[in-house]
C-alpha cells in the first residue's frame, strides 16, 4: 500500500511538473509579444463625412481658424494652443498652397471680392482626455489618451462646404503622451486635405 501511494505521488508530481513547464514556457513566449503589442499599438480612425468637391488645388490660400474647444474643462489652454499651432504647422509642411493663414475672426480675412481663391478650415476639439502614463504602464496601455477632432473646408468666396470629416486618435504607448496624440490628429486633417481624395482616409489601427 505504502509503495503504491509513493507512485501516485511521484506521478502526480510529474504530472504537474510537466504542465507547469507548458505554462511557464507558454507565458514566457506569450507575454512579451501581448505587451510590445498593448505598449506601442496606435489607432486613428478617420471618417469622412462629406466628401471633397472638385480639385483642391485651385485654391491659392488655406486660411485656418482656430478650432472650438468643446472640452473646456478637460484640455489646458497650453495644450489647446499646442493643438491650433500643430494645424498650421502640419498644413504649411505640405505646401499645398501659397499661403497658410492663421484666424481668429472672420474680419482677419479678406473680403470675398478681393481675395484669391481661399479655402477655409474651421472645427472643433470633440473630444479630449490625456490619460496617464503611469496608468497605461500598469494597464497594459488600457489607459488610452483620446483626441477627436470634427472639421470641415469651406470656400470662403461662395460659402460651400468643401468637405467635412473626423479624426479620432488613441494614444497607448506607454512613452506617448497626448501631445503625439496631437500631432497624429492634426497630420491626419494635413494629409486629407493634401490628398483631395473623395474617399477619405481609410482607418487604421
Same mark, same amino acid.
Given at each position: 500500500?505504502? @509503495? ?30 501581448? +505587451? ?12 469622412? +463625412?462629406?466628401?471633397? @468637391?472638385?480639385?483642391? #488645388? ?8 482656430? $478650432? ?35 484666424? /481668429?475672426? =472672420? ?5 470675398? =471680392? ?18 496617464? #502614463? ?16 470634427? $472639421? /470641415?473646408?469651406?470656400?470662403? /468666396?461662395? /460659402? ?23 500631432? #497624429? ?6 494629409? $486629407?486635405? #493634401? ?11
Amino acid at each position: 500500500m505504502k @509503495r503504491n501511494r509513493l507512485f501516485l505521488v511521484a506521478l502526480v508530481a510529474a504530472v504537474l511538473g510537466s504542465t507547469g513547464c507548458n505554462v511557464k514556457r507558454h507565458a514566457l513566449s506569450f507575454t512579451p509579444t501581448r +505587451i510590445a503589442r498593448e505598449f506601442t499599438s496606435e489607432q486613428t480612425n478617420f471618417h469622412t +463625412i462629406t466628401p471633397i @468637391r472638385g480639385d483642391l #488645388r485651385r485654391y491659392k490660400v488655406i486660411a485656418v481658424k482656430k $478650432f472650438e474647444n468643446l472640452m473646456l474643462d478637460e484640455m489646458p489652454v497650453g495644450v489647446y494652443n499646442l493643438l491650433n499651432d500643430e494645424l498650421v504647422k502640419e498644413i504649411s509642411q505640405k505646401k499645398l498652397v501659397q499661403e497658410v493663414f492663421p484666424f /481668429q475672426y =472672420e474680419e482677419e480675412l479678406e473680403p470675398k =471680392e478681393s481675395a484669391p481663391p481661399t479655402l477655409v478650415l474651421t472645427g472643433y476639439v470633440d473630444n479630449f482626455n490625456p490619460g496617464s #502614463r503611469g496608468l497605461r504602464v500598469l494597464e497594459l496601455g488600457l489607459n488610452h489618451a483620446v483626441v477627436t477632432l470634427r $472639421f /470641415q473646408l469651406q470656400d470662403w /468666396q461662395t /460659402q460651400e462646404t468643401v468637405a467635412s470629416a473626423s479624426v479620432t486618435v488613441y494614444e497607448r504607448a506607454s512613452s506617448k503622451t497626448v501631445k503625439t496624440a496631437i500631432h #497624429r490628429a492634426t497630420r491626419s486633417v494635413a494629409d $486629407f486635405i #493634401r490628398k483631395g481624395d473623395a474617399q477619405g482616409l481609410k482607418s487604421d489601427g
